[in-house]
């Protein structure tokens, strides 16, 4: 079967997920292509944009068996450029930030529609959406590394004596880096030698890097442009935070659980749902929240540590590559049928 992975994103979660998924789908059988249309998809929708759009995705479909959309824009070019003889499905992997019925409309039009948990079936249910199944992301086995945390932290030249915070992700505002920063401030006050470091790129980097510079201590937080291998970052930190505001899901968490480090996620949307609290993942409720749930963290070491071995059981469980692309596998042609 050929199958087209169709997304627009240059650097981030869902860039990593189709990777990773159009490998495993090979070793299945499948013919797959990953196109970025980021650069011809705009964010906008209008009459105008669907002139331009529609044409060049319908000629770039017509050599597919089903074509697959990940993420609300690209399942909406899909719905435009797509008859309902045409076999298409989306993965919606963030929240939505709407319900509105136009997008519902549209989404209905595919044939089936993955969601990346539970809370984002059930916004996207509320709102009128059908055909819809969940099915927590796949994480890549390449993200793995057998290196010892002193030698990780050896080579991104970071401190072998003090605690250590990290985060990965795009430089955008939803992903909410400032607040991490921000709550820095008031770490210190309790532990004072820890480490924040930030990994990643987007928008929002110059932003952040003023913010970083106005800090207390800003030779105590220390940025990386994307990572060549994420494990030997996570492996490096003894806490991944994911203050994203409103995810469906994180694969940043993901990774950093299978590697054997703990995680600290925002209580809401999907991220609650990727462990047990204060069992396998850590969670925190708001912004102003954010501190004084680390400093507590940091001061039960033993905790920390066993947090981060039960996570690591939990994503090699939950988060397997190879169930999830069975499971896609197996719809794909449950769709043709």
Known sequence: MRVLLLHRQDFGGITSLTETLAVALRKLGDEVDIVNALSWIPNETSIAVAKKVTPKLKDLGKDYEIVHAFGY????ACSDAFSYKEAWIYTAYGMPKTTQRLLIDKLNEGQLGY??????????SGGGAMDLMVRYPGINPAV???MEKLDSREQFELSNNAPIIGAVGRFVKERAFEVAIEAMEEVWRSIPDVQFVLAGEGPE???LKAQIAAS???TQIKTFGRLKNPAEFYRACDLILVPSRNAGFSLVAAESMRTGTAVMLRSQGGLPEMG????TI????DDQDLARKIIEVLQMPMMLSSVANAGRFRSESLFSIDSYAQAIFRSYRTVLE
Not at 116 to 122: F, K, L, T
Request: glycine share 0%; with cysteine; charged share 40%.
């Open 282 to 285: 850590f969670l925190f409720e």
């Open 73 to 76: 824009r690209a399942a909406w």
């Open 276 to 279: 047990e609290r204060d069992h």
């Open 115 to 124: 969601c990346s948990s539970y809370a984002v079936r059930d916004e996207l």
């Open 205 to 207: 980097e110059e932003s």
């Open 144 to 146: 793995e590394t057998s």
């Open 216 to 218: 207390s201590k800003p």
